[in-house]
């Protein structure tokens, strides 16, 4: 995946302005780990809450769970994971570097002619699919594809590595006390399907959403927030009646379409890519791509779980996982008791926040014939900006600032404001565009004779005069339109 100009302007003005750090970075970093500052926090509890209410609020028939990241060992073992959460990587002998065949094939193939890229990707996708590795191996000489650090194609065999990370509990270290830090938050939904469902007396179908933090030991990590060893999934079990899942599919791929697209991401930048290699778990299953600066690149999973994880942990529990349907079918009889089928929804909560700034940053030139001139903006949908208001007295005497901030207090409990004095408003304006403020307020002389402000709107940079007492409406309309 190459990191264009684009994505490295992007690290740069999310490390300037406080949305994204490395992690450790006075320890020169922690490769594929990310902290998020002050207005990144902000952005992704925004993103948190819209996707929290959409799928809780929205949906009378889903409520919500936060399940530990430490689960009994034995989960993994039935999910799966332990066994079949791989990833094919292959060694170079001379730089001693271990990449995942997918993208050392990937990387080769950008390369080559259109046709002769997918031609092999295909290819890739298939022998992937059927585990056929030493034909992989095959398909890596016969393209003669190199290493990009030692430049020779001096390969080991292509080996399975799994990508959870395990650490020990207790004081006694040994095999039995092992556990996993988890590297998807589902498992936690379907080992308290019937908690939940007993609880909350939700009938199917109804759907189980969480958002919390999942680990993977990803061996290339690349692209920024886009693949990291420590994230955040939003995720969401739909569990329905066995043989409705086609329906069910469709539902969902089109209701997380949409969403994406009310967070103002232009529809063509979005498109489904359906799976040829599916997961262990899925017997339909597809992505939601975006087109990052790297180009189009998976955002959002939507899978087709089937019975496979209620089945797997009621074996390995020796505890039934099953749900009495009392609705009538054809025949008038109840369906009776059933493993329900899971629909899933999982977006990575960090893929997202990249996407939102992917498509909100611009570098725009501003000059004229006279001067040159350029701003950094980023332009958040009101909804996701950290900040919505901006609260700016032009000066720091005359009662000007005793008038902001009682503006500033009017509105600060209904949504996030900033306040500041100092500097020439022209250049608070600026700093507000590159944390992606939708509004500042200038309060100045004239607001003492009429009570009238200037709004300043970031896109448009465009000015006008408002009644003081307009500005809250004003902005709470933008966020929730
Ligand atoms: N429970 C299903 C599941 O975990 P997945 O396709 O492996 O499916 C779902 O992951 C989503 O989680 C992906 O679409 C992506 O947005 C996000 N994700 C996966 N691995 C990630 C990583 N290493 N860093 C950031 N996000 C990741």
């Known amino acids: 995946m190459a990191q264009d100009n684009t994505l490295q302007a992007i690290i740069s003005h999310a490390k300037e302005y406080g949305f994204i750090f490395p992690s450790s970075e006075i320890y020169d970093g922690l490769s594929a780990v990310y902290d998020y ?14 996707w929290w209410k959409y799928m809780t ?59 002769e ?108 927030v886009f693949r990291m060893r420590e994230f955040e999934q939003m995720e969401m079990q739909y569990f329905i009646r066995p043989g409705t899942q086609k329906k069910w599919y469709e539902y969902w791929k089109e209701q997380r379409l949409n969403w994406h697209i009310s967070l103002g991401i232009p529809a063509e930048k979005l498109r489904f890519h359906d799976h040829v290699q599916l997961s262990h778990y899925a017997d339909m299953a597809c992505d939601i791509e975006y087109e990052f600066p790297m180009g189009f690149r998976e955002l959002e999973g939507i899978h087709s779980r089937t019975d496979f994880d209620l089945k797997n942990h009621q074996e390995h529990s020796r505890k039934k996982q099953q749900y009495y349907d009392h609705t009538l079918d054809e025949n008038g009889k109840p369906y009776g008791n ?78 996030k404001c900033f306040y500041e004095e100092k500097d020439t408003i022209g250049r608070r304006y600026r700093r507000m565009d590159a944390l992606g403020t ?18 300043r709107h970031r896109d448009s940079m465009e000015q006008e005069r408002v009644k003081l007492e307009d500005i809250k409406p004003l902005v709470l309309n933008a966020i929730h339109s």
């Open 37 to 50: 500052g002050p207005w990144g926090v902000e952005l992704k509890k925004n993103l948190k809450d819209l």
């Open 57 to 115: 609020q929205f949906h009378e028939d889903i409520v919500g769970l936060d399940a530990s990241i430490f689960m009994h060992p034995k989960v993994w073992k039935a999910s799966g994971h332990v066994d079949s959460f791989n990833d094919p990587m292959i060694d170079n002998l001379d730089s001693k570097k271990r990449y995942r065949v997918d993208h050392l094939i990937e990387d080769y193939a950008e390369s080559l002619e259109d046709e």
């Open 117 to 224: 890229k997918e031609a092999l990707l295909i290819k890739m996708e298939a022998l992937l699919g059927e585990e056929k590795f030493e034909e992989l191996s095959a398909l890596i000489q016969e393209h003669n594809i190199k290493c990009p650090v030692s430049k020779t194609a001096n390969w080991t065999e292509i080996r399975q590595f799994n990508l959870m990370f395990s650490t020990k509990v207790g004081s006694v270290a040994d095999e039995s006390s092992e556990i996993y830090l988890r590297p998807e938050t589902a498992q936690g939904i379907f080992v308290n399907f019937l908690n939940v469902q007993k609880t909350s007396r939700l009938q199917i179908p109804f759907g189980i959403a969480q958002i919390g933090k999942a680990f993977r030991n990803e061996i290339v990590a690349r692209g920024f």
């Open 338 to 415: 059933y493993i329900p089928y899971v629909l899933e929804t999982s977006v990575g909560l960090d893929r997202a926040i990249l996407m939102i700034l992917s498509e909100a940053f611009e570098e725009e030139d501003l000059s004229t014939e006279k001067r040159e001139d350029s701003r950094s903006v980023l332009r958040f949908s009101p909804k996701v900006a950290p900040i919505k208001l901006a609260v700016l007295p032009l000066t720091r005497k005359d009662g000007l600032p005793e008038i902001a901030k009682e503006l500033f207090d009017s509105c600060k409990l209904d949504f």
């Open 438 to 455: 939708p509004f500042c307020v200038t309060i100045d002389h004239q607001t003492k004779e009429d009570g009238t402000v200037t709004v």
